[in-house]
């Protein structure tokens, strides 16, 4: 093998390296989650998420609920059939509740 070659060869390989480790230096796509409201519990109890995701409280009981974190969100009253959605900005653990079933209705928020 010439050096002319040795070099083009290595010059193509040190490129894809490159590329394939700036491929992985791009953030992920942002996802979209559902919580499901039903049975007086949310489902999934515990959902991990990326910052920037997109996250929907959805109300299957026949009844009010609320998606609440202290200091961090409140949905106010999803009606039934009725939808909310969060975009968390941080990451960090974020327990939450209905505020209209506290005891019965607890979740957490997983924001990596």
């Known amino acids: 093998m010439s050096v002319r070659s040795f070099v083009s060869v290595a010059s193509a390989l040190g490129l894809l390296a490159w590329l394939a480790g700036s491929a992985a230096a791009v953030p992920a796509k942002p996802t979209s989650h559902t919580v499901v409201m039903e049975a007086s519990r949310f489902e999934p109890e515990t959902l991990t998420v990326h910052v920037g995701d997109k996250i929907t409280w959805v109300n299957k009981d026949p009844f009010p609920h609320t998606a609440t974190s202290a200091g961090e969100f409140d949905s106010t009253a999803i009606q039934p059939d009725q939808s909310w ?16 079933h506290p005891t019965m209705m607890k979740g957490t928020l997983r924001v990596q």
């Open 85 to 100: 959605t969060f975009t968390p900005k941080t990451k960090g653990d974020l327990a939450y509740v209905c505020s209209f």
